[in-house]
């Protein structure tokens, strides 16, 4: 089968196509035919190298997340899986495949009106989006800043957001076209990256999800009101500063709090809950998927050029030249 694997840590280059052997799945494992792997910013972290010191190493295959048909079960696995239409997550890898394994748990059920690629931009991404709300301890009535909200999991906060009935939700992006496309998912001020603009924006937010971190991120302490939550839920820009803490400390009287925030947190049977009631608000048209483009398996770098560039709206998708 054809596969994405890093030949070299570094540029998108670094990534090519090779043929492996069909895996076959193991106790409590599934075998999907991949019809759409979604790449996700955590898929450039592994390529850049950044994250080799978690054990990731060249030669890995890129993608946790994939939707298709299972071909095959192991041991302990119903079998009345085989020949279902399914999103799936494989866990750190394996996803940029024509063949991959899944461990059964996951598995969802797509329903028939959700293609496989929506179902790729939408899944990971809209648990992220919620459980990041909840770290947030985010109420209905709040005022939210969702800062880098053009990707995936942006553009799922601020649907949420909205849906749990915020006062505000305020994005920070690159462009106004892109303002537009975020007003329409329900956003209320367009800020500019520093979080300044939009007319009549609040003067502080209650929760700002914040999924670009980097330097600038002790800047947004200022932004939240007495009491006020800031929640990084990704880090695009990489780390903040060592000392970003100390802006909140500069503004001890206001009682703000920051945290980190990662799905590996919440149990595995709630993200699967969330996940498949998020897939079917979506398959009833209540929440939207975002695709930026669908490109071939075989064209990774590009989309890894893509998402290096910063021009990715919503999720790029890669499908298998046979699905």
Not at 235 to 244: D, L, Q, R, T
Not at 253 to 281: C, G, W, Y
């Amino acid at each position: 089968m054809k596969a994405v694997a890093v030949q070299a840590f570094g540029s998108p280059e670094g990534l090519a196509v090779i043929d492996l052997p069909d895996p076959s799945p193991a106790d409590g494992q599934v075998l999907i035919t991949t019809e759409a792997i979604g790449v996700g910013g955590v898929d450039t972290k592994i390529r850049s190298g950044a994250l080799a010191a978690y054990g990731f190493s060249e030669g890995h295959v890129l993608g946790g997340e994939i939707a298709g048909t299972v071909a095959a079960v192991g041991e302990g696995v119903d079998t009345s899986w085989v020949g279902q239409r399914v999103w799936a997550f494989t866990g750190v890898g394996g996803g940029y495949a024509e063949q991959a394994i899944a461990p059964a748990a996951t598995l969802l059920p797509l329903p028939a009106t959700m293609s496989a690629v929506d179902a790729v931009a939408l899944g990971s991404s809209g648990a992220v989006a919620h459980f990041g709300l909840r770290h947030a301890h985010f109420a209905p009535g709040e005022s939210v800043l969702v800062r880098g909200a053009a990707g995936g999991i942006g553009i799922m906060t601020v649907q949420l957001a909205a849906r749990g009935g915020a006062s505000a939700v305020a994005v920070t992006t690159s462009s106004a076209e892109r303002g537009d496309r975020l007003r329409k998912l329900g956003a209320t001020h367009v800020l500019d990256r520093a979080g300044d603009g939009g007319e009549d924006a609040p003067a502080g937010y209650d929760v700002i999800i914040d999924i670009v971190a980097g330097a600038d991120l002790p800047s947004f302490f200022a932004k939240l009101n007495p009491n006020g939550r800031m929640v990084a839920v990704g880090a695009v820009a990489g780390e903040p500063p060592a000392n970003f803490a100390m802006e909140m400390f500069a503004a001890f009287q206001k009682s703000m709090s920051f945290a980190t925030f990662s799905a590996n947190t919440v149990p595995a049977p709630d993200r699967h809950a969330v996940t498949a009631e998020l897939i079917a608000a979506a398959s009833r048209g209540e929440l939207d998927t975002v695709v930026h483009e669908v490109l071939p398996l075989e064209q990774a770098v590009l989309a890894h050029q893509k998402m290096d560039a910063g021009e990715v709206f919503g999720r790029i998708v890669l499908t298998p030249s046979g699905s």
